[in-house]
Each structure stands twice: as structure tokens, then as C-alpha cells.
């Protein structure tokens, strides 16, 4: 498969370069639709792109509940505001859940590299007890190590997210600045300035 | 109808005194659903409580998009990172649209309190043209001046969102800290340490 830089990656990458002094410039908000039909709202962080795609990379614990939603409803949203260069990206499209029994070889080497990426710390949270559930005595349970931590844990997940469609949002100058990329039938993109 | 302050209150106003220093401490990504039930996600500005109510106030353009959303599904999710301090809040209830056709007079008053508020430069963005639609010629479109800007345009619209469950997280500190109020069904507040 032909691979092209989508035509919100440089601006995009320029947003990231200019805000790299903040930290939560890598954090963002991803809304998903649950059971209900109702959306739901966290922030994640974005882990960079897999290679030769224009596709997000985001972790997560295969016991979250936005596992549940995208398994519903795979459309998501991401907000990505970005303080210092006041500066917003809206960006939409599936995402793809890449677990422990995906057999594509390529998604699974990625889901490989990313564990490899992570924190001792950030790798100790998959064994801490079920997000969202009660809490119980928390010393123990939170203390448990991961004996071995080359692999991936079972509930080591990763998402990617394929945007079909992004809305880069500039509040400097007057009136603002707004462009609509997006996905024509033939998956080419289309660059549209609108409305801000 | 008497009011008690939800016992997620002053934690939430210990993080924005927390971050002040950050003017953006006060936005916050709000998600909706749309007609297609697919997540829709953006940044708004928070513009403080309702006057004996827990319900927070945004302002927005009833030709933006995220209107339609709400008339079709009036549930929302609020994801509010604060940078400085290292903690969210995910707040999620229904949405209340308060327009020029309002007859209750105390949101219709809110609404104006709060167009009082605004900077003549954010009054003169609701005379912009239709947000996220095609531009057309800039220099004259948005540069028409509101005439008289003591009352609302009827374009100005106030969002009033009653949350019912309330989701804090702390990211300081090992492990981290999460608790979780909700509604029951008296509308009483419980509060519930889970897991983070």
C-alpha cells in the first residue's frame, strides 16, 4: 500500500514543535460514544504516528470502558488544544483496537515497540487493579511488580486512529483561522478554508 | 428549590484557584453526540456556575453545530485537564440551551448577565459569518460591526450543563488518586474511591 503525508501532518507537526517546551502539549482528549449512545471524554497521550500511515497512536488497558465504546462504536474525536500557540485540531475517523490476538504481523510488532517505549512506571500500571472499579486495600494491590516486563501484558492495548477528516481550528490574529481537511470518495485529501 | 453545593465543588474550585496562572486552566473539551451518533469534540471556555446551582455555564453561537448535537442528544461529557496540578475532571449530564426564545426568566437574565460579560471583540465574533461554512471574501464579512451590543444578538446562546456524575483523577502522586461522585436516585451525591 502507497503511503502519502496527509496535508495536516506538517501543520500538525509544526503545532507540536512550537509547543514541545510544554509537556501536555503530547496530551489530548479522545470522545467516544458508550452503549448508551452517549459520549464519553478522557485525555490520553499521543504516542506518535505508526510508521508509514497518518494513523494516532494512543495505549490503553484492555479493561478501560473506552474499549467497550470503540467495540460499539468505532468513530472517535479527538480535541487537541494547544496553549502556548493557541491552537486547536479536531481530528475524526475509526479507530482500530490492536490487542493481544491481532495476527497482523506489522500491528503487532508496533503494539511490541510501543510496550518496549513505555516507562518501568508507566508498564507497573497495567498490573494495578481494574480502572473504575471500588477501590480496595489499596497498599497491596498497587504494589504487586511485574516480574517480567520485556512483553507486552495481556491487557496492554493500542489504538490507532485513521482520521478521515481534521479541523484545524488558529485563534491568533482576526478574525481567526480555520481549514477542513478532508477524505473525498477516493480517499484523496480535500483542503477547504471555512468559517471560523 | 433549595440548593446545596455538590460535594465535587470545592475540589473543582481548589484546581482552577490552583491554576490561575494559566488562562487556559478555564477551557475545557466538551463532547457531544451528533445525528449520525457519532462523538463530536471541542474546546469551550468555562464561564462559571449558575447562581445556586451546580450547573456550569458556556457560551456559544446557535449556528454552530454543536447546537443540533445537543437538541439530539442533550447528554455531554466535560474533560478538564489541568496542566499545572496534574488532574481531570470528567464531568457528564444534560444540557440545557438557553436562548432569545427562553421564557424563563431566570436563565434569560443569566444569558444576558453573561453577554454583559463578554469583551466587545468576543460580542463581535457572533456577527461573524456561519461558523464552519465555506469562507467567502474576508476583509468585509467579518469586519461588520454590531450596531448596539448592550442586549444579546439572537444568535448568542447559553449552555447550562447539570452534572450527575463527576470523575476526578490526580495524576500526582504514586499511586494515583480517582474518585467518582454520582447521582443516586434520590439526586443525593455519593462519593466512590475507584480505582485509577
Known sequence: MSFSLAPWRPILARALHRNRSKPHSRYLQLATVNVKGQPSNRTVVFRGFLEKTNQLQIVTDTRSSKIKDIQHQPWCEICWYFSQTREQFRLSGNITLVNQE?????LQEARHTLWGKLSTEAKQQFNWPSPGQP?????ENFCKQLSFIES????????LLEPEQVDHLELRGKPHHRQIYYWNEQKNWITQSVNP
Chains 1, 2 share one sequence.
Request: charged fraction near 35%; hydrophobic fraction near 35%.
Open 102 to 106: 491481532t495476527e497482523d504481523k506489522r
Open 135 to 139: 477501590i480496595e486495600p489499596i497498599e
Open 152 to 159: 507486552p501484558v495481556s491487557n496492554f492495548c493500542l489504538l
